[in-house]
């Protein structure tokens, strides 16, 4: 897996996966004998990491591009941990920022980082042996993840062609972080789900309810919710005890069908660290009715910023969203007495009906911990839900539009009005394909 | 490398803001000074844990010509050994202002080549500024600004700094933004610049304003207007309050109007910050003008700072606390911290897009709840609501341990245009020393007129917005 991070956000994001992952090689409290965790963390370092730097630290596989210094430089300079980046898989050049402008980013800023980004990926990947993915960080409100990192996405695919592009989009706050943000995530959603084979999208929204609800930390800042998005990736890609499975398989599984691109991670328990050495892990199967609500259409608050119940609910009728597939990926070992009761999520309400029986559900184990945690239940689905946050961008966005609001910052960069109403018509087809699930 | 702004000082007030500016700029990278009323303020007791920050940002506003003199200063005799110089162009027909730079303490930090000057003055003549001394100098001051421009590696705007009242500042001082804009369209170009009282000791002021006020409509990224009135009224409210005591004798062993400029200083300081220091939330400046400039011509922006006195005497029990996080926001929107004396947030008006720059501690969750605060107090369009942009800079201004700036596009800026138009037309209508302006040279009457409509168009966009019934144009809904 080759990580390619951009601007503040994927930077940030991609330090804070970086260090998890290390922290999880790292973890002492594995559940397992030693032979299987050295198998684990062999597996691990081989998918993340291209060597040991003289200093004896994990080099990461990873390249970062951002327009400016100051985020880059920082978060070099901090891997205080047992990991370091390449200080040569730096691409960045000064200069000023992509100015929070999609149409800058990835019309004027990208084809400057061109050939940098290129060759250092060529680079990495001809380091590599078994390569089947590309993993890319990025938020699609400012000018350099979204911009830039759509301009770095037709160039990958051109030049990679037949290998798995994944990509990890970060929604911005919809009370609003960047005054544009809407154009440029419509802007960014309508480039990735057409040039990427999957995207993971998640929301800073809903990881901020995860910090403030669950976890309980009142002072949540921009790095707890980047940490909540990095385990739900280790959660994902961390080595399974299914050896097939690695990016590809991910992604096919997924993505199985090109009109449904889009997928989030849903994943409990989230504890407090306050109470964590008090409250023992409850049973697997309260975790995956968990995920289970999470998949309830109900105009109530999102079951995934609540802590799970200990007592089953009440089975009364609920509807659910239309799911093309699920991934469920447990963590931890799994007792006779406590299995993981999978079957819940294999219920004939939660698929489309064109979906065969074989396909709608995958279930990935993995005995090992997760960074020292007892149980950790991850859910990839890809389902109608997405329909209402592309809902919710798409209108806002085209109030603005048709108020002509900040067009000409972007016809600058010479983005046209054309180019939006193009833009505007890929995501409602998306909207209009999940929606119809 | 830290991103650099060239900051260009024109006219009298535009020099007295540089003479605030320096001092608190210096004040703010920790560099001792002789200047007794900087003495009067104080850091903040946890200022020096930013000290690797602050040095390494040193590069925004000055040039060290020896990369391996380091950027770490305490003294201003340290920035003379290394010859230091400040990123400042200083442009002035008189020699007074100018002058007192080349005496005072930070003579050094100013090269003589970056000065234009000559005597007599504009005589408070918009078209003698521009036109006269703009052709006359423009070789000279095209030649000092790119002397300073050829210093940077990394330039990220010009902080150009004049009132609009006089002649010089207004006339000299929008024809060295036009210079700005012909050599460098592509660097952002941020206008801090003072309106007269309506109660003038110039009485040109009004053609003056108007003239000066079409250019900037023309030729700057985003104007940040400030006017006497409201600089004076922050000051006396200022030095009233008990826990001002700092800040009360800093205003009082000031030269005049350094107390008031101080404000505007630190609202520059504020603007930069997010360019020069890091944050968990950067903000680059040529992210402003996409964020607040929804339609070209409107870039006047409303700009506050808060706290507004520049040091805090002792740490309060408050600091970090939610109450004083709510207090900040407040604060910044009140009308009494505006740098104008227009309330952004007044009946009718709505805005069209809004910044807030938080300087030190503080979480997404406070922040966060007063964005909500500030969306349920704000009227605004049917899109505008969202148009908003955050910054979180880690390091906080010298005087205190968090601090924040507020900055609106209100459709509240048309009463500014209004006003400009309104005196305009009185002077106008009796063709009162009109003919001072005719005689100079490339001068027309028409001058007038098309400023006049200029600003009149402006002032119509405004209040269009204003008007503006919701879009009833219906998505690209794939049925």
Not at chain 1, 90 to 113: E, F, R
Not at chain 2, 25 to 39: N, P, R, S, T, W
Request: hydrophobic fraction near 35%.
């Amino acid at each position: 897996m080759l990580t390619l991070q951009f601007g503040q956000c994927g930077n940030q994001l991609g330090h804070s996966l970086f260090s998890q992952i290390s922290a999880d090689l790292d973890a002492k409290d594995t559940g397992i004998s030693k032979q299987s965790n050295s198998a684990y963390t062999e597996q691990s370092f081989e998918k993340w990491f291209t060597g040991i730097s003289k200093d004896g630290k994990r080099l990461a596989r990873s390249v970062l591009v951002d327009t400016e210094h100051k985020v880059v430089n920082k978060i070099c300079s901090e891997s205080s941990g047992r990991w370091v980046y390449r200080s040569k898989n730096l691409v960045c050049q000064s200069g000023g920022g992509s100015a929070n402008n999609w149409a800058y980013g990835s019309m004027i800023k990208g084809p400057q980082l061109k050939t940098d980004i290129l060759d250092i990926t060529r680079r990495e990947i001809e380091r590599t042996d078994s390569f089947n993915g590309i993993l890319l960080l990025l938020s699609s409100a400012g000018g350099t993840g979204s911009g830039v990192g759509s301009y770095a996405v037709d160039l990958i695919r051109d030049e990679f062609p037949n290998k798995s592009i994944i990509s990890c989009i970060v929604l911005p706050f919809s009370s609003g972080e960047v005054g544009v943000q809407n154009y440029n995530t419509l802007l960014t959603l309508a480039k990735f789900n057409e040039t990427a084979d999957l995207n993971f999208i998640f929301q800073n929204e809903q990881i901020h309810s995860i910090c403030t609800n669950v976890l309980k930390n009142t002072e949540t800042r921009l790095i707890d919710i980047n940490d909540v998005i990095s385990k739900k990736l280790c959660a994902v890609f961390q080595p399974v005890s299914n050896i097939w499975c690695n990016a590809n398989y991910i992604t096919s599984t997924v993505a199985s069908h090109p009109s449904y691109k889009m997928a989030t991670i849903k994943s409990t328990p989230y504890v407090p660290p306050m109470i964590k050495q008090y409250e023992s892990s409850q049973s697997w199967k309260s975790y995956v009715e968990h995920l289970k609500e999470t998949l309830r259409v109900s105009a109530l608050s999102d079951p995934e910023t609540k802590a799970p119940s200990k007592v089953s609910s009440a089975r009364s009728s609920y509807s659910y969203w239309k799911s093309v597939s699920n991934i469920l990926i447990s963590r931890g070992k799994v007792m006779e007495n406590d299995a993981v009761p999978y079957d819940q999520l294999q219920s004939k309400e939660l698929y489309v009906d064109w979906i065969a029986p074989n396909d709608q559900l995958t279930v990935l184990n993995q005995d090992r911990r997760l960074i020292n945690q007892d149980k950790f239940l991850a859910l990839v689905s890809n389902n109608s839900q997405i329909h209402c946050t592309l809902e919710e961008i798409v209108e806002k966005a085209w109030n603005t539009y048709t108020h002509s609001a900040f067009l000409h910052q972007y016809k600058k960069f010479g983005l046209e009005e054309n180019d939006f109403l193009e833009a505007f018509a890929k995501v409602e087809n998306v909207i209009k394909d999940y929606e119809s699930l | 490398m830290s991103s650099q702004f060239v900051t260009v000082q024109v006219g009298q007030c535009g020099n007295q803001i540089g003479a605030a500016f320096w001092p608190l700029v210096l004040h703010e990278y920790g560099v001792e000074q002789e200047d007794k009323a900087i003495k009067f303020l104080k850091t903040q007791k946890f200022y020096h844990k930013n000290s690797k920050e602050l040095s390494s940002a040193f590069g925004s506003f000055f040039h060290v010509p020896d990369s391996r003199s380091g950027t770490d200063f305490k003294s201003i005799s340290d920035l003379e050994y290394h010859r230091v110089k400040a990123r400042a162009v200083l442009i002035d027909m008189e020699d007074s202002v100018v002058g007192r730079f080349h005496q005072g303490s930070l003579r050094n930090l100013f090269d003589q080549t970056c000065t234009v000057t000559n005597y007599p003055g504009s005589g408070n003549n918009w078209a003698v500024g521009y036109y006269t001394h703009g052709l006359e100098y423009h070789d000279k001051i095209e030649n000092s600004i790119r002397l300073a421009v050829e210093r940077c590696d990394c330039l990220h705007g010009f902080l150009v700094t004049h009132s609009v009242g006089g002649g010089t500042g207004s006339g000299l001082g929008t024809a060295t933004l036009k210079i700005l804009n012909d050599m460098y369209s592509h660097v952002d170009r941020f206008v801090s610049c003072v309106y007269p009282a309506s109660t003038q000791d110039v009485i040109t002021a009004p053609y003056n304003v108007l003239l000066a006020t079409r250019e900037l409509i023309e030729y700057g990224t985003c104007i940040f207007p400030a006017e006497n009135r409201a600089l004076q009224e922050m000051c006396n409210a200022n030095m009233n309050k008990r826990e001002n005591v700092d800040q009360a004798k800093y205003n009082a062993s000031c030269v005049p109007f350094q107390d008031m400029n101080s404000i505007i200083v630190n609202s520059l300081l504020h603007l930069t910050s997010g360019s020069r220091f890091p944050g968990s939330l950067n903000v680059d400046m040529n992210e402003l003008a996409t964020n607040l400039v929804a339609f070209p011509q409107l870039q006047y922006i409303f700009s506050s700072v808060s706290p507004v006195a520049l040091t805090a005497p002792q740490m309060s029990t408050l600091n970090g606390s939610t109450k004083h996080q709510d207090e900040l926001f407040t604060n910044s929107w009140s009308k009494s911290n505006q740098l104008i004396k227009i309330d952004p947030l007044q009946t009718g008006s709505l805005i069209i897009g809004a910044a807030h720059i938080y300087r030190g501690e503080t979480s997404l969750t406070d922040i966060k709840r007063n964005i909500e605060r500030f969306q349920n107090k704000a009227k605004f369009t049917s899109w505008s609501k969202e148009t908003m942009k955050i910054g979180l800079c880690s390091v906080p201004p010298a005087g205190h341990p968090s601090s924040l700036m507020c900055m609106m596009n209100s459709t509240a800026m048309s009463g500014l245009f209004r006003d400009i138009i309104h005196q305009f037309d009185r002077l106008y209508k009796k063709k009162a020393h009109v003919h001072h302006y005719l005689q100079v040279d490339n001068f027309e009457k028409e001058d007038f007129k098309d400023s006049r409509d200029k600003i009149l168009d402006v002032y119509e966009q405004y209040k269009k917005i204003e008007q503006q019934s919701p879009s009833t144009i219906s998505r690209l809904r794939v049925r």
